[in-house]
C-alpha cells in the first residue's frame, strides 16, 4: 500500500521573534522590501503548481495540509484559503483530508476563524507556551495570559472540531504551580489535543545568550522529567491520551500529518526552508523568502540540497521516530536487550506481541533507548 501523501507550507513570518525559537523565520524589519507579506501566498503557490510537475500523474490526493512557521495568520484568511485551494486544484484533497493551520492566539479573531473553516481548515493550532505571565515574558511571547484559551474556545464555538494547544515547559523561573495553572487552563478550554515541549536552549539564539550570560540558569534534566509526569498525569486523568511522546489527544484527535512524518510518509514541503519527503529522497528549500521567491519567479527549483536515504539511514530513522509513538515498532530487524524491560523501558506485553512500545518511564528517556535499539 502506497504511503500517504501529505503538504507542508512553510509560512516564515513572525511579528516579532522569541527569545527561544531558532525556526525559520522573519520579521518584518528583517525581511527588506521586496517581501510582501500581502503577496506571499502567490509565491506558495507557485511552488505548488512546481510540485505538481515534478510529481506527474501521482494519482495519490493530499491526505494532510499542515500550514506552520512562523505565524501563517499573518497572510491573512484569504492568503491561506487561496494556497488551499491551489492544493485542491492541482493534487487534489482526500474526502476526509486534515488541514491544519498553526496561529498565534493574537493573531486570529473570531472573523479570521470563521473564514478559515468556510474555506476547508479542520484543524487549528495555537500556542499557549504558559499561562504564567513571567514565563511568557522570559520565552518573549506577546500574548497575554488568557488569550490562548479564549481563542481555542472560539475556535470549538465556531465550529472547529480539531483545536490543539502548544506547551512549553521547563522554562527557567517555571515552577509547578505555573504548570499546574496552565494545565488547568487547557483542560476549561474544550480542546481535543495538546503539545508540550520541553524547552530547549537553542544555539545562536538570544535565550542562549541569556544563559550564557548567567542571566538565567539552565533547563534541569530532572525538573524536566518532574514536570512531565504531571502534564502527562493531568492530561491522561482528563481523557488525553499519549500517542506520541510529546502529544496527547482525544480518540480521534490524533494530528494526522504529524503521524505522516513519524511513520515515513511521504509529504512535499512547500515554503522557504521547508523539507520534503518523497520516496525515500530528501530535499530542502532555500531558507531566505527573497531568494526562494526569486528562484520561482524565474522558473527554476527552490531546492538548496538533496539527499537519498540508504537502508542503513532508512532504518535508523524508523527506529528514531517509530518508538516515538504508542503504537510502537515491530521487533523485526531488531535485537532488543532484555534488561530494556527489566529496567521498566519498554512494555513487556507489547514485546510478546512483537512489538516495541515505551514506558512512561522510557519516554523520558526515549533518546537512550533508541541508541540501544540501533546497537
Known amino acids: 500500500m502506497a504511503p500517504s501523501l501529505g503538504m507542508y507550507v512553510h509560512v516564515p513570518f513572525c511579528s516579532s521573534r522569541c527569545g527561544y525559537c531558532d525556526f525559520n523565520t522573519y520579521t518584518a524589519t528583517e525581511l527588506g522590501k521586496d517581501v510582501r507579506r500581502d503577496t506571499f501566498h502567490e509565491v506558495l503557490v507557485d511552488e505548488i503548481r512546481y510540485a505538481r510537475s515534478v510529481l506527474g500523474e501521482d494519482p495519490r490526493p493530499v491526505s494532510t495540509v499542515f500550514v506552520g512557521g512562523g505565524t501563517p495568520t499573518l497572510i491573512g484568511s484569504e492568503g491561506l484559503n487561496s494556497v488551499l485551494v491551489a492544493i485542491r486544484d492541482e493534487f487534489g484533497l482526500a474526502h476526509d483530508a486534515e488541514v491544519t493551520t498553526e496561529a498565534n492566539p493574537d493573531s486570529v ?95 545562536g539564539t538570544p535565550l542562549a545568550r541569556r544563559v550564557a550570560r548567567g542571566e538565567l540558569p539552565a533547563p534541569d534534566d530532572d525538573v524536566m522529567a518532574e514536570r512531565y509526569v504531571l502534564i502527562d498525569d493531568a492530561l491522561t486523568a482528563a481523557g488525553l491520551h499519549w500517542y506520541e511522546v ?35 529522497e530528501r530535499w530542502w528549500n532555500t531558507k531566505h523568502p527573497r531568494t526562494y521567491a526569486e528562484r520561482l519567479s524565474s522558473g527554476s527549483s527552490p531546492e538548496d540540497g538533496r539527499e537519498v536515504l540508504d537502508e542503513e539511514q532508512s532504518h535508523t530513522e524508523r527506529v528514531m521516530l517509530g518508538v516515538r509513538l504508542a503504537e510502537g515498532i515491530a521487533v523485526s530487524g531488531l535485537t532488543v536487550d532484555p534488561a530494556l524491560v527489566t529496567e521498566g523501558l519498554i512494555a513487556p506485553d507489547a514485546l510478546v506481541g512483537g512489538t516495541i512500545v515505551l514506558t512512561r518511564r522510557g519516554r523520558l528517556l526515549a533518546d537512550a533507548v533508541v541508541r540501544r535499539l540501533l546497537g
Open 109 to 203: 479573531d473570531a472573523a479570521m476563524l470563521a473564514e478559515l473553516l468556510d474555506g476547508g481548515y479542520t484543524r487549528i493550532s495555537l500556542g499557549m507556551q504558559s499561562s504564567a505571565p513571567a514565563v511568557l515574558r522570559v520565552l518573549d511571547r506577546t500574548h497575554t495570559p488568557g488569550a490562548s484559551v479564549k481563542a481555542a474556545r472560539t475556535a470549538r464555538d465556531i465550529g472547529f472540531q480539531h483545536v490543539n494547544l502548544d506547551l512549553i515547559y521547563g522554562t527557567p523561573g517555571e515552577t509547578d504551580d505555573d504548570l499546574r495553572r496552565t494545565l488547568d487552563d487547557v483542560l476549561t478550554a474544550g480542546i481535543d489535543h495538546v503539545s508540550a515541549y520541553s524547552l530547549i536552549v537553542e544555539d
Open 246 to 280: 510529546s502529544n496527547w489527544a482525544e480518540t480521534g484527535g490524533e494530528c494526522r500529518h504529524n503521524l505522516a512524518y513519524w511513520r515515513s510518509d511521504d509529504w512535499w514541503g512547500v515554503g522557504p526552508g521547508a523539507h520534503s519527503h518523497v520516496a525515500g
